[in-house]
């Protein structure tokens, strides 16, 4: 059965960075686009970022703009998500998710926390 794993979240003071990393099989990513979602209790889920199978093709909710980075390295099974000045409205459980261009999301890790404090 096919897991991803989410690590890297944590505490940080408002101002702050956080790299996130999403783990899977090389051969779960490679044909995939994956994307990272955050939650707030009582929210929806909202969507942070995507990145296509290409490799090339990147894309960031107004929100994450200038301020994170997707980025992808299929050999190793991995997406990272590189967030940076941070905010408080930055605190959410993130979790990254496997898909397919007009499909949807399908797979989706258990997701991390990430808490901004003030």
């Known amino acids: 059965q096919v897991q991803l794993v989410e690590s890297g979240g944590g505490l940080v003071q408002a101002g702050g960075s956080l790299r996130l990393s999403c783990a899977a099989s090389?051969?779960?990513?490679?044909?995939?686009?994956v994307a990272w979602f955050r939650q707030v209790p009582g929210k929806e889920r909202e969507f942070v970022a995507a990145?296509?199978?290409?490799?090339?093709?990147?894309f960031y909710a107004d929100f994450a703009k200038g301020r994170f980075t997707i980025s992808r390295d299929n050999a190793k099974g991995t997406v990272n998500l590189q967030m940076n000045s941070l905010t408080p409205e930055d605190t959410a459980v993130y979790y990254c998710?496997?898909?397919?261009?007009?499909?949807?999301?399908?797979?989706w890790g258990q997701g991390t926390q990430v808490t901004v404090s003030s």
């Open positions: 990145t296509y199978r290409n490799g090339i093709s990147t």
């Open positions: 090389a051969r779960t990513f490679s044909t995939y686009n």
């Open positions: 998710a496997r898909g397919r261009t007009g499909v949807g999301y399908d797979v």
